[in-house]
């Protein structure tokens, strides 16, 4: 029970990123809407990290340099994020995140990208985002 | 429009490659380590992307003072989203975090909060929304019975 009032929380929190972030991009521009809230994310999880004593940071020299720097797409995904949502409101733009998202996830799974474990390409998968496109026309009529 | 859903399918492709990378950190490295150098990553590239586009511009703005304390949103999303996943499994939380997110946007576009504009809600799109949902549930855990079978196949 705890842990689906997590994950619905978890939900909760993403769609009102988006919506703050195109609020705050209204009143004083998209790069410094972007600037501030990673900004100030950025302060809050070192914050929780240093009082969770979070010793792993050193770890991060065992890991590809390339892995480290998927921080750095956040930039795009922002800008993307709040334009899309100035432009379509919150429910197509997160309908369409999510699309492409999962389309990439299962291109990767089954190429074995990126280090991940190869998976065979399987119907249900395929099925569920056909459905989300079909739901996304039905959005749109 | 058009250039809505071009942005939204580039960031969405982003956000999986992000997703990946951050998993491959995530087997070495601690949740909040890593999401304190995710964050981190993405001021600096933020920061750099508007310098590039607007120059000292950039800090030509008044924020209003709840603007400082939007950070706390993406904490509150990691927060939630790694007990979710440790007391559900990665299978059930996600796709019923991404549920949780498009059953919120339509509430959100519905009711028009926070200075969005209101988009009217019409059971069309609650119907739309419900197929996407199903959607993701059909992606997230179909096909997990298969997957045992075809693995013991192997084992065998």
């Known amino acids: 029970m705890r842990g689906t009032l997590f994950a619905i929380a978890g939900g909760f929190f993403l769609t009102l990123q ?3 972030n195109a609020r705050i ?8 809407a972007a600037t501030i809230t990673q900004m100030t994310g950025f302060l809050v999880a070192l914050l929780v990290a240093l009082l969770l004593r979070d010793k792993t940071f050193k770890e ?6 390339i892995y ?20 379509m409101g919150v429910t197509l733009t997160i ?25 065979r390409l399987r119907m249900p998968q395929v099925l569920g985002i056909a459905l989300m496109i079909a739901g996304v026309v039905i959005l749109k009529l | 429009m058009a250039l809505g859903m071009m942005l939204a399918l580039l960031g969405g492709t982003m956000v999986a490659i992000q997703n990946t990378f951050n998993a491959n950190v995530k087997q070495k490295v601690g949740a909040w380590a890593t999401t ?14 508007g310098l590039s586009f607007e120059g000292t511009n950039l800090f030509d703005f008044e924020a209003e003072s709840w603007f400082w304390f939007s950070g706390i949103i993406g904490v509150g999303v990691v927060l939630s989203v790694t007990q979710g996943v440790q007391q559900l499994g990665p299978g059930y939380a996600i796709s019923l975090v991404m549920v949780s997110q498009i059953s919120f946007a339509l509430l959100w576009d519905t009711l028009g909060w926070f200075g969005l504009e209101q988009v009217p809600f019409s059971w069309m799109k609650a119907l739309g929304v ?10 997230q855990l179909g096909g997990r019975r298969a997957e045992q079978v075809s693995k013991k196949e192997m084992a065998g």
């Open chain 1, 18 to 20: 988006s919506v703050a």
């Open chain 1, 95 to 119: 309908s369409i995140f999510l699309i492409a998202q999962l389309l990439l996830a299962l291109l990767i799974d089954w190429n074995g990208w990126f280090g991940m474990v190869k998976r």
């Open chain 2, 130 to 139: 419900v197929m996407i949902g199903s959607g993701i549930l059909l992606f």
């Open chain 1, 68 to 87: 480290l720097s998927g921080g750095a797409l956040a930039a795009i995904v922002l800008f993307s994020n709040i334009t899309a949502v100035h432009r």
């Open chain 1, 60 to 65: 991060m020299k065992h890991v590809k340099p």
């Open chain 2, 36 to 49: 304190t150098l995710v964050l981190g990553l993405g001021f600096l590239a933020s920061l750099l992307a």
């Open chain 1, 25 to 32: 991009s209204s009143v004083i521009g998209t790069w410094q």
